[in-house]
């Protein structure tokens, strides 16, 4: 296993977390990909996950 940050959208921060949802995105953040999507992403939201668990990993 290799647990890592991984960039998460809002979407679907708020699918996992319903609990939890946001729609604000932090300012100034950089251009990602989220993990769990692919789609572009500057919500600056992380989760640490195993990155073999994930469709599209950062940093393997």
Not at 30 to 46: D, N
């Amino acid at each position: 296993m290799s647990w890592r940050t991984q960039a998460i959208c809002v979407p679907c921060w708020n699918r996992d977390h319903p609990d939890e949802q946001t729609t604000e995105p932090a300012q100034e953040c950089v251009l990602e990909r989220c993990c769990l999507c692919g789609s572009e992403t500057q919500a600056g939201i992380y989760v640490r996950l195993d990155t073999a668990t994930v469709p599209f990993p950062q940093g393997r």
